[in-house]
């Protein structure tokens, strides 16, 4: 299986400032039948699903806002919140779909400082 | 725009079946790949399994042969059946959607969830 390791677990942040999330995988989820990057990123709420945020490794979803951005390839990607807004609290995963079993980082969680 | 709601009971005995349903609105069941995904207490994902236009199906080989996923294109249901369940087996049930037709890609589309509890 794919080990995603995200960093850090918690991630207080105050208002206004980035933070920056990290999410590294055991194995590269570049496939190279289209040299993209198998791995998207998730929004979750308390008592609400996971919401995509970013497909792709980079590719923002339409209605996400642009504060939200991510980059990286193979095994080492990063989702970055430009100015934390109030809310962006929630906790965020990675997830790979380049091969199955699709698997998913521990989770971050982001808070106001 | 395509909707899920997950359905069935939210308790179940250990050693029993488990089952639950998926119901989709707005869309059809054809040419996607559509998940299982748990939520456990503690808030990890595992990803159950998919299936592919009522055909293919593939699992996470760590629940050991006791996962089976069916669908029933007449009815825009697809369902879960989870084997021999132990408290393990408590967590938020969603099903869910790829986000692009034919093709792995990201889970686009997901249903609200249902939580199971496994208890005597």
């Known amino acids: 299986d794919i080990v995603l390791t995200q960093s850090p677990d918690s991630l207080p942040v105050s208002l206004g400032e980035r933070a920056t999330i990290n999410c590294k995988s055991s194995?590269?989820?570049?496939?190279?039948?289209?040299?993209?990057?198998?791995l998207a990123w998730y929004q979750q709420k308390p008592g609400q699903p996971p919401k995509l945020l970013i497909s792709?490794?980079?590719s923002r979803e339409s209605g996400v806002p642009d504060r939200f951005s991510a980059s990286g390839s193979e095994t080492d990607f990063t989702l970055t919140i430009a100015s934390l807004q109030a809310e962006d609290v929630a906790v965020y995963f990675c997830q790979q779909y380049v091969a199955p079993p699709r698997t998913f980082g521990q989770g971050t969680r982001v808070e106001i400082k | 725009q395509v909707q899920l709601l997950e359905s069935g009971p939210g308790l179940v005995k250990p050693s029993e079946t488990l089952s639950l349903t998926c119901s989709v609105t707005g869309g059809s069941l054809n040419h996607y790949f559509w998940s299982w995904i748990r939520q456990t207490p503690g808030g990890g994902l595992q990803w159950i399994g998919y299936?592919?236009?009522?055909?293919?199906?593939v699992y996470n080989p760590s629940l050991r042969g006791r996962v089976t996923i069916s669908a029933d294109l007449s009815k825009s249901q697809f369902s879960l059946s989870l084997k021999s369940v132990t408290a393990a087996d408590t967590a938020v049930y969603f099903c869910?959607?790829?986000?692009?037709?034919?093709?792995?890609?990201?889970?686009?589309?997901w249903g609200q969830g249902t939580m199971v509890t496994v208890s005597s």
């Open positions: 194995q590269s989820v570049l496939y190279s039948g289209d040299n993209k990057n198998y």
């Open positions: 869910a959607r790829d986000m692009d037709s034919g093709s792995h890609s990201a889970f686009s589309v």
């Open positions: 299936i592919y236009s009522n055909a293919r199906t």
């Open positions: 792709g490794a980079s």
